[in-house]
């Protein structure tokens, strides 16, 4: 069982950055491929980026290449999100995922992932 804790969700004008962060209970942090998604209502989940369990490998969304990037360290047993230049069609409720993977594989889809964290709040105002 994985516990997934969220943090650095908040309010940020257009241009701004923020940096999320994903805290994991338990030892095997590093058996997990990670992800991050977002949600608006009214919306189903959309992968925002992934990073397989080493860090070696990661897959973000069209939306977010070139702004965001995902990180992780297995030492502390978290992963991040450091989101640059950021719009206002960044607003969403960003949760991030874990589930156990091989070594290398990246997990693109919500359905990969049996553990979620509570969310986490981003607003961009223009």
């Known amino acids: 069982q994985v516990q997934l804790v969220e943090s650095g969700g908040g309010l940020v004008q257009a241009g701004g950055s923020l940096r999320l962060s994903c805290a994991a209970s338990g030892r095997t942090f590093s058996t997990y491929a990670m992800g991050w998604f977002r949600q608006t209502p009214g919306k189903g989940r959309e992968l925002v980026a992934a990073?397989?369990?080493?860090?070696?490998?990661?897959n973000y969304a069209d939306s977010v290449k070139g702004r965001f990037t995902i990180s992780r360290d297995n030492a502390v047993n978290t992963v991040y999100l450091q989101m640059n230049s950021l719009k206002p069609e960044d607003t969403a409720v960003y949760y991030c995922a874990a589930d156990w993977a091989l070594s290398g594989v990246v997990y693109t889809t919500s359905d990969k992932y049996s553990y979620w964290g509570q969310g986490t709040q981003v607003t961009v105002s223009s």
């Open positions: 990073i397989s369990r080493n860090g070696g490998r990661t």
